[in-house]
């Protein structure tokens, strides 16, 4: 093999197969990826793309098969051995420390030494800042060495583990799901970079459910349908409702217009409500506005313009400074949580992982951590278990949460997307007269994005108050009966669907426009 011919294999997945308790993740799948290109793995959610590609990584072993890698067989699985043969992978929830400084977390278990006294070893963190500086500029991706991870956002943060590949001279870079949690502009810039990594000779391998992004950088694709391998094929000569098609068995279509429903009652009010955060900062600044039953009411913005705020205050999680939260005809602004959620508001938020799902408890566990209380999952001091994996069982099979061992599988084993179904369903299940989703979609698939469109319309048309919280604009025009732009805080414009285009919504969303 001639390392430097652009058109030669660099990875070769050949007949691999790797199976978990009650679940085959990977059957047998043979393909390979050419040097310099970048090539994306598609398929729904739990298909096994991101179980083949952590075998890659080195954080499985096939049970079955052999993984070649510029010619050689794989012998040693471990994300060690992986790094050592030029393989970095970035993490759809990313692995960093906290209270570590980029520049730590980026060296992290390949520190630079330098001698003390001649014979001990220091770490020299002068040295690893100069260099990852100077690696930032180079590739776009500039960021301070010295800050640390629990100050910086999301865009950030995914630069930090790009430039823990780079600094590790990986020339095989994995992304899965990279711009799930990334709004239009970040992902705009974070496309831009991937195109920059492969004119620089990376071999760029990417997981996501994100057909027009595939469509603008991807050279070829494989689809996974239920662990099988269906199809490898070049992007160009694809189009975007095939790609659908391979993925989920059928077609898909994704309605570009919200359904029409007769507005209901007044169901929530909220009356200018300001909130700040820990540090007294102003979040929401003085927004007032109205849902009725039937209704979908979006708001758009990019991230970090006090959205999540605004979700949070409304479902308890944060207190109000001021204003009033009115919940059919009733002031619940001082409520406590559980208090709200009886008083009839569900809450898918943004952070699954963190606010949504206990990740150590198992699916059944999760589907009653807001009534676990109640009858019929609980007999005064005992819960009954008979009706809790019931309760489980059912929704498993009506929202298509897909595991290794049913009910009783622990939720961090399953894939983000799984996660978010399972959220959704108890969610929607409570009946609750106000539905509040954050980021609903994020990390779907396009069948499981059909899906929930489908569930938030049904909900709608069942006389439910939705607000809804999304970055992806095309969700918002496709959903929302009344859309609000927010801006630093402010709701700039609150207007009909219909008396709204995308330029002007993005002008809102950049503060360039606001009503007067």
């Known amino acids: 093999m001639k390392t430097g011919d652009m058109m030669t294999d660099i990875v070769e997945f050949k007949n691999i197969t790797k199976t978990f308790p009650g679940i085959v993740a990977n059957d047998d799948i043979s393909f390979s990826i050419k040097r310099g290109e970048i090539f994306s793995v598609l398929g729904e959610n739990g298909a096994g793309k991101s179980v083949l590609m952590s ?215 909220v009356k200018n409500l300001e909130v700040s955060d820990r540090f007294g900062v102003k979040k929401v600044k003085d927004i007032s506005f109205k849902i009725h039953g039937g209704e979908v009411f979006a708001v758009a913005g990019v991230s970090g313009n006090g959205q999540n705020e605004l979700a949070d205050s409304i479902a308890g999680l944060v207190d109000v400074d001021s204003g009033q939260i009115i919940l059919g005809g009733k002031d619940i602004t001082k409520e406590s949580i559980r208090e709200k959620k009886e008083s009839g508001i569900a809450y898918i938020p943004e952070d699954r992982q963190g606010m949504g799902l206990v990740l150590d408890f198992d699916i059944a566990d999760n589907m009653i951590l807001k009534s676990y209380y109640m009858k019929p999952f609980s007999n005064g001091a005992f819960l009954n278990r008979s009706e809790i994996d019931s309760h489980a069982e059912k929704l498993s099979k009506e929202y298509d949460i897909r595991s290794s061992r049913g009910i009783k599988s622990i939720m961090r084993s399953l894939s983000g997307g799984n996660q978010q179904k399972a959220i959704i369903a108890r969610e929607i299940e409570h009946g609750s007269e106000l539905l509040i989703f954050v980021q609903p979609t994020r990390g779907l698939d396009i069948g499981a994005i059909e899906n929930t469109w489908e569930q938030i319309n049904r909900e709608k048309r069942e006389g439910k108050a939705i607000l809804l919280i999304s970055y992806e604009l095309e969700e918002v025009m496709s959903l929302a009966d009344t859309i609000g732009v927010i801006y630093n805080g402010e709701l700039l414009t609150v207007e009909d669907r219909r008396n709204l285009d995308r330029n002007e919504i993005g002008e809102y969303m950049m503060g360039v426009k606001r009503d007067e």
């Open 55 to 269: 075998m890659l990584f080195g954080m499985y072993e096939p049970d079955s098969g052999e993984i070649y890698i510029k010619g050689e067989k794989m012998d040693t699985y471990s994300p060690r051995h992986s790094t050592s043969l030029n393989i970095g992978m970035v993490h759809q929830h990313f692995k960093l420390v906290e209270n570590y400084s980029i520049a730590q977390n980026i060296v992290l278990g390949d520190e630079p030494i330098k001698k003390k006294f001649g014979f001990l070893n220091e770490l020299n963190l002068k040295k690893a800042e100069e260099e990852i500086e100077e690696l930032s500029k180079k590739y776009g991706l500039e960021v301070d060495p010295r800050a640390k991870i629990q100050d910086i956002n999301i865009a950030t943060r995914q630069r930090v583990e790009i430039l823990k590949m780079l600094y590790r001279e990986a020339e095989i870079m994995i992304f899965d799901e990279p711009t799930a949690i990334l709004t239009p502009q970040e992902i705009e810039y974070l496309l831009g970079i991937i195109l920059e990594l492969k004119k620089s000779g990376k071999t760029i391998i990417l997981i996501t459910h994100k057909l027009e992004e595939i469509k603008r950088v991807a050279d070829r694709f494989a689809v996974l349908n239920r662990g099988k391998l269906v199809a490898v094929k070049d992007v160009k000569s694809t189009s975007t409702s095939e790609m659908a098609r391979l993925m989920v068995g059928r077609d898909i279509e994704l309605s570009s217009l919200p359904e029409e429903v007769e507005k209901g009652e007044l169901i929530l009010e």
